[in-house]
């Protein structure tokens, strides 16, 4: 999957822009500040329809505008033309000019793998954090998965109200809660299911590629769940011995919406005993892990965009990193400075020089 060409209009600071992209490795590069970053954002709430940096959707519109608009055109076996729009009425979807109804059935269409700098801290943020990461990845790599993730949520939100509903009024029947725990037990086990084998098959190719970098062995992520290798009827027991608590808080105490995953060396937990250093390795790593799993099983090529990689890892790594990357990859990098990149590696790379919204493309001989 290559994406050809994008086209911004009021995208953050760019009034009206059109890129024409390599099919191979692309460099954003210019100073600070210049808008390297929103490119590669750009191209990332084309296929996710969110920001990675976590802010308000409208800060995506320009400062002096109401509307902005990403069209991109992507090649997977054919061509297609994506076109996000946003405004105060919301946000739409179009692939060929359709309407997509549900982003949901629009989510997975692109597929974009993406690291930044904010990454790093995924270990020692909060399960929430990990959670995301977890949930836009898995989505990805299935539709159905998001569906059950909406329902669940769904789900969630009626039981919580309906707990509130019973700390209010005793007298309530608890019928309506027991449909609704078992719904969600039902949604649950195959979240968890999901979950617990794509963190299997993370770790299929996780320790190799942490090898092939660090020179290191020993890492391994693991799914921590309520309802790991557990039976509905255990679950629904669960839930049953929780009641008086879920009424009291209003709200449901177990579930995979408190799901977690952590990051080890040796067995030793990365958040508490490993150096930040280990811990920017083994998110990149996992990263490029989910690379191999399209490859190997999807037979597909992401689109890889790695953001400002040189803020966070040494040279010599990041350069260990790009000489390993399939060929067949579609690489955005953003950095200040192309003396970070060894030239072999730059050879035919395609430049984009950022300057004050103009862009300067050419090619690296
Ligand atoms: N909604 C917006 N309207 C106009 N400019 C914006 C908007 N959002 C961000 N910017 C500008 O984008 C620039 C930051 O771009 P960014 O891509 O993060 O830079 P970098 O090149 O360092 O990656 C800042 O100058 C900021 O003012
Ligand atoms: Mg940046």
Partial sequence: MKITSLKLNNFRNYKSLTL????????????????????????????????????LDKVLINSDSNEMVIEGRIKDKIFHNYKLSLSEDGKIVKVDNNKVQRLSDYISQINVILFTP????????????????LNIEISQLDQSYLHML?????????????????????????DYLWILTEKLVDIGIQICSYRQKFIERINEYYDDIYYSITGKRGIKVSYVSAYKNKEKNELLKKYRSYLDKDIILGKTSIGVHHDDIVFSIDNNNLRDYGSEGEQKNAIICFKLAEIEIYIKEKKKYPILILDDLFSCLDS???NNILKKLNKNLQIFITTTDLKHINTRILTNCTVFNIKKEK???????
């Fill in 20 to 55: 024409e992209f390599s099919n191979k490795q692309n460099i954003i590069i210019g100073p600070n500040g210049v808008g390297k970053t929103n490119i590669v954002e750009a191209i990332y709430v084309l296929a996710i329809t969110k920001s990675f940096r976590g802010s």
């Fill in 118 to 133: 904010e990454d790093t801290n995924i270990i020692k943020d909060s399960p929430t954090c990990r959670r995301n990461m």
């Fill in 150 to 174: 909406n329902e669940y949520a769904k789900v969630l939100k009626q039981r919580n109200a309906f707990l509130k509903l019973m700390y209010v009024n005793k007298l309530a029947s608890p």
């Fill in 316 to 318: 010599k790594k990041i």
């Fill in 359 to 365: 862009v300067v493309k050419q090619i690296y001989e």
